[in-house]
């Protein structure tokens, strides 16, 4: 027979020590949290315009170079000394794009130690680019408050399906050929309907789209385990062998479109992988809010979703879908001050906006962020009008 008494005696024994763990606990998440905030403060960002000439004829494999040479980081944080006393963090960077007003601008914010390496890597690809800091586009309008000077609405993307599975990317749209086998005006670039979309804003509009990238981390979770991560590559290999599975059990033969998804995947976990997170906001002055132009910002990324694969979706929108759900609208202000203040901040891996992140592979983000070709005409998207062009050697001095 159990005795209760010496059964509740020992529980009461083990309190001090449960406080103990749970206090120790406590005291080592707000270390990290100190020291992690410590190491983001001290980082010196600097914004980086990109501008480019008329006679682009690179294709996205060009941006893709850029962004495995330059923004695939995945040093600084190999030791518990760098994590645990020096609060390192991976680093991570914001690819931006912008439409002010219907003029249209390529940013890159950067910590400021890296800007030789990522204008090296530019120039290396774009040999005609222009590049120069550019002020923070984001300092012209103040904190959002209801009822103010303008108003906004505001989302941030996710995939619609595991990371493995793929979006529709240029290779799929066959930019991956070299740039003489097909005529400029037979291309069919997926950026440039949200291009078009960014330079018909018209006056007192403002579209913002920051794309925050890092090398990828292991944290997918591993089958049948609670706690164990695994990388990008391994969650594709394990998805490729319950697809495997699925469609060759009980003696089934696999159909053309099975195997092609199943090449898809594997294309796919063949490549660098970023983490990746996107944010986009709408903003207008006071009277020039048109929400035609929230369905052509969202509606901008249809164009990269693939068929029984992946597509990219609307989460945490700055609204609700019934009025009852915020009657005084004082939610939705909130929610509106919160995503704008999270953007100012570039912040989306780590406090105080900390989201968990999607992968995208090196080809899927140069898919969705590179410099358009002479194939996109939008008249505010303004490029270099000449090659530079070094001085005759015989020039008299």
């Known amino acids: 027979m159990i005795d209760t008494e010496a059964v509740l005696e020992f529980l009461k024994a ?49 941006m893709e170079l850029v962004l495995i040479n330059a923004f695939h980081q995945s040093g600084g944080t190999g030791t518990w000394y760098n994590k645990y006393v ?12 912008v439409s002010l007003e219907g003029n249209i601008f390529f940013l890159m914010r950067i910590p400021k130690n890296f800007r030789p390496l990522v204008e090296s890597q530019v120039y290396s690809q774009y040999p005609q680019a222009e590049i120069k800091e550019a002020a923070d586009y984001t300092e012209q309008f103040p904190a959002y408050v209801k009822n103010g000077e303008f108003e906004m609405w505001g989302c ?28 400029e005006e037979q291309k069919i670039d997926p950026i440039t309907p949200l291009m078009e979309f960014l330079g018909s804003l018209t006056e007192g509009n403002y579209v913002w789209m920051q794309i925050l990238v890092r090398a990828a981390t292991e944290r997918h979770p591993v089958p049948g385990s609670h706690f164990g991560k695994q990388s990008f590559v391994k969650a594709g290999q394990d998805l490729i062998k319950e697809l495997k599975k699925k469609y060759g059990g009980e003696g089934q033969k696999m159909t053309k479109s099975e195997g092609e998804m199943l090449s898809m995947i594997d294309r796919s976990i063949s490549k660098l992988a970023f983490d990746c997170g996107i944010r986009a906001i709408y903003l207008a002055k006071a009277g020039k809010f048109d929400p035609i132009n929230i369905t052509g910002m969202t509606g901008s990324f249809r164009q990269f979703s693939a068929p029984n694969a992946n597509s990219f979706g609307v989460m945490n929108a700055t ?41 995208l592979n090196s080809e899927e983000l140069a898919t969705i962020y590179h410099f358009p070709g002479r194939v996109l005409e939008t008249p505010s998207f303004e490029r270099i009008l000449s090659k530079k062009a070094e001085p005759p050697a015989n020039l008299p001095i």
């Open 86 to 97: 020096e609060g390192k963090l991976r680093q991570y960077f914001s690819l931006e794009i």
């Open 14 to 62: 083990l309190i001090p020590a449960g406080a103990a763990l749970i206090l120790g606990m406590i005291a080592w998440s707000m270390w990290l949290r100190h020291i992690n905030y410590g190491f983001l403060t001290s980082i010196k960002w600097v914004i980086l315009e990109v501008r480019i000439p008329k006679e682009v004829f690179k294709s996205p494999l060009a």
């Open 319 to 359: 609204g609700f879908d019934y009025p009852w759900q915020d009657p005084s609208k004082n939610r939705v202000a909130r929610l509106k001050k919160k995503l704008l203040q999270a953007y100012r901040l570039r912040s989306y891996f780590y406090i105080p906006f900390e989201r968990k992140p999607f992968v």
């Open 156 to 183: 941030e993307f996710k995939l619609n399906k595991p990371d493995p599975y793929p979006i529709k990317t240029y290779v799929d749209y066959g930019l991956d050929r070299a740039t003489g086998s097909l005529e």
